[in-house]
């Protein structure tokens, strides 16, 4: 096989991972019921330099909002789950804390926007077990 072959297939699972940790955080987005607190969900696509990708994913992963960060191959280096109380406490997670911390070089945000169903995260990461 060859290498850009090789790169390709990376990239292509990269890119479903990356889908379906999307696709798992909107399913997760608890609902208000009853009167219940929502919660805002967010996935943050991060890149980073690459000489400080596991310092940068530390320091995001220490941040209050951030409830995980996984480190990933395709056109992120990161991707980041935030999740808060308030849509407004978004600008105070991503760009005035993420984006300020050394090393990081741009983010790409997607906002969940409504919860359809419940979702294992494992099954997120099945993707790529298969055999080809």
Same mark, same amino acid.
């Given at each position: 096989m060859s290498g850009q072959a090789v790169r390709q297939g990376v990239e292509g699972r990269a890119g479903r991972v990356v889908s379906a940790l999307a696709g798992a @955080? @909107?399913?997760? +987005?608890p609902v208000a019921e009853g009167g219940g607190d929502a919660v805002v969900t967010a996935v943050v696509l991060l890149t980073a330099a690459v /000489?400080? *990708?596991?310092? !940068? %994913?530390? %320091? !995001?992963? /220490?941040l /209050?909002? +951030?409830?995980?960060v996984y480190s990933v191959a395709g056109d992120a280096d990161l991707v980041v789950m935030v999740r808060v109380r308030r849509h407004e406490e978004l600008a105070d !997670? *991503? %760009?005035d804390r993420i984006g300020k911390i050394d090393g990081v070089l741009g983010t790409h945000t997607m906002i969940a926007f409504r919860a359809y169903s419940r979702h294992d995260l494992e099954a997120a990461f099945s993707l790529g077990d298969e055999e080809p």
């Open positions: @955080a @909107a399913r997760l +987005v /000489d400080s *990708i596991p310092e !940068v %994913a530390q %320091a !995001v992963a /220490d /209050d909002g +951030v409830s995980e !997670v *991503i %760009a």
